[in-house]
């Protein structure tokens, strides 16, 4: 348990929490919607801190990111709780623990370093759950994280605050964000009521302060028409042509098991219509398709990165970031070859 950052004083002993957008005021001996944050005699607290409820290594194409660090492996671990409700939940044993309890294994930001150190693991994700919502434990974990010369990247809803935003500055260096529909009804009545303006407004802030890359997981019936899929494109497009956008297939999960899975084609469908619309990298996940998951020059179309699954099966970026086929600039982050190079020189 930890002193939480980012909350204000209320009336009597309540407080206000300031960290997602959902600003929750929380009274003294009671939790937010996250249930992992506890107002205890007009202090907040962290309850989470230190405690991973789920840690792995994993390739960091499992998050989805596509132009940070091609091929890379990550520490990748959560604690418990969440800030929405998503009915469809992959993680709902995790994220929506029953009664609020607060299970994990002691990882502290020491041990998670350590053991990249050990492991030859150049970074760490912040992942599976909503990273927002153990902020303290992620920070904390970050700076120890490059003082050694690792990454981080938070894969995140998007739903932080300005403030959180802002202390994530120049210690998260990536992430990858949930914008689960261009249209309010998914947000309200899929994920808890939260709304989508928030959402934009924190992919713009990101994206002024780190490399972001931006998933949509398309849902039959509640994001796949035509329209949305041509609107969260075109906002994408404008925001900026380079950021990546994945589409990723919706299976039955949680409460939301009668709806029917995503069909190739709407996938297919997906990523032509963010080309018309401008955006010159677009992904299909959830199809074990090298065509749909490996990265292509925009210009000439000649393949730079070659995928299958969560494997990089060939990487032809160089350390210009051009197309070495016909010299188009290309959008990529971080080199894996060229960090084991600099880790070398720290020896």
């Given at each position: 348990?930890?002193?939480?950052?980012?909350?204000?004083?209320?009336?009597?002993?309540?407080?206000?929490?300031?960290?997602?957008?959902?600003?929750?005021?929380?009274?003294?001996?009671?939790?937010?919607?996250?249930?992992?944050?506890?107002?205890?005699?007009?202090?907040?607290?962290?309850?989470?801190?230190?405690?991973?409820?789920?840690?792995?290594?994993?390739?960091?194409?499992?998050?989805?990111?596509?132009?940070?660090?091609?091929?890379?492996?990550?520490?990748?671990?959560?604690?418990?709780?969440?800030?929405?409700?998503?009915?469809?939940?992959?993680?709902?044993?995790?994220?929506?623990?029953?009664?609020?309890?607060?299970?994990?294994?002691?990882?502290?930001?020491?041990?998670?370093?350590?053991?990249?150190?050990?492991?030859?693991?150049?970074?760490?994700?912040?992942?599976?759950?909503?990273?927002?919502?153990?902020?303290?434990?992620?920070?904390?974990?970050?700076?120890?994280?490059?003082?050694?010369?690792?990454?981080?990247?938070?894969?995140?809803?998007?739903?932080?605050?300005?403030?959180?935003?802002?202390?994530?500055?120049?210690?998260?260096?990536?992430?990858?964000?949930?914008?689960?529909?261009?249209?309010?009804?998914?947000?309200?009545?899929?994920?808890?009521?939260?709304?989508?303006?928030?959402?934009?407004?924190?992919?713009?802030?990101?994206?002024?302060?780190?490399?972001?890359?931006?998933?949509?997981?398309?849902?039959?019936?509640?994001?796949?028409?035509?329209?949305?899929?041509?609107?969260?494109?075109?906002?994408?497009?404008?925001?900026?042509?380079?950021?990546?956008?994945?589409?990723?297939?919706?299976?039955?999960?949680?409460?939301?098991?009668?709806?029917?899975?995503?069909?190739?084609?709407?996938?297919?469908?997906?990523?032509?219509?963010?080309?018309?619309?401008?955006?010159?990298?677009?992904?299909?996940?959830?199809?074990?398709?090298?065509?749909?998951?490996?990265?292509?020059?925009?210009?000439c179309r000649e393949q730079i990165v070659r995928r299958r699954g969560f494997?990089?099966?060939?990487?032809?970026?160089?350390?210009?970031?051009?197309?070495?086929?016909?010299?188009?600039?290309?959008?990529?982050?971080?080199?894996?070859?060229?960090?084991?190079?600099?880790?070398?020189?720290?020896?």
């Amino acid at each position: 348990m930890k002193e939480a950052i980012l909350y204000s004083k209320g009336e009597g002993s309540s407080v206000r929490c300031n960290l997602c957008r959902r600003g929750c005021t929380i009274r003294d001996g009671e939790r937010g919607f996250c249930h992992v944050r506890e107002n205890r005699g007009g202090k907040l607290y962290s309850l989470v801190y230190g405690k991973a409820v789920a840690a792995e290594v994993d390739p960091i194409e499992k998050k989805p990111f596509y132009h940070f660090m091609p091929g890379a492996e990550c520490f990748s671990f959560s604690t418990v709780g969440c800030n929405f409700r998503c009915l469809y939940c992959q993680n709902s044993e995790i994220s929506q623990v029953k009664g609020g309890r607060i299970i994990g294994e002691d990882w502290s930001p020491e041990r998670i370093v350590n053991y990249c150190k050990e492991n030859n693991l150049p970074g760490i994700a912040y992942t599976y759950t909503e990273p927002t919502i153990f902020m303290e434990y992620a920070l904390d974990t970050a700076k120890l994280a490059h003082k050694e010369g690792l990454f981080n990247v938070f894969v995140t809803n998007g739903y932080m605050s300005e403030e959180a935003i802002n202390e994530m500055d120049g210690l998260i260096d990536a992430a990858r964000i949930d914008l689960k529909g261009f249209n309010e009804r998914i947000y309200k009545e899929v994920c808890g009521g939260v709304e989508l303006e928030g959402i934009l407004s924190s992919i713009k802030s990101l994206h002024k302060k780190m490399h972001i890359e931006i998933i949509n997981l398309v849902v039959p019936g509640y994001n796949d028409s035509q329209e949305d899929l041509r609107a969260l494109s075109k906002w994408c497009a404008e925001l900026d042509s380079n950021v990546p956008l994945h589409f990723i297939g919706f299976y039955p999960a949680y409460k939301m098991m009668d709806t029917p899975r995503t069909s190739l084609q709407t996938l297919l469908n997906a990523c032509t219509i963010a080309m018309e619309e401008g955006v010159k990298f677009t992904y299909s996940g959830n199809l074990l398709d090298e065509k749909s998951e490996s990265t292509y020059c925009p210009n000439c179309r000649e393949q730079i990165v070659r995928r299958r699954g969560f494997l990089v099966l060939d990487n032809r970026i160089d350390g210009y970031n051009k197309c070495p086929d016909c010299g188009e600039e290309l959008y990529f982050v971080g080199d894996i070859k060229e960090y084991w190079k600099r880790m070398e020189k720290r020896k």
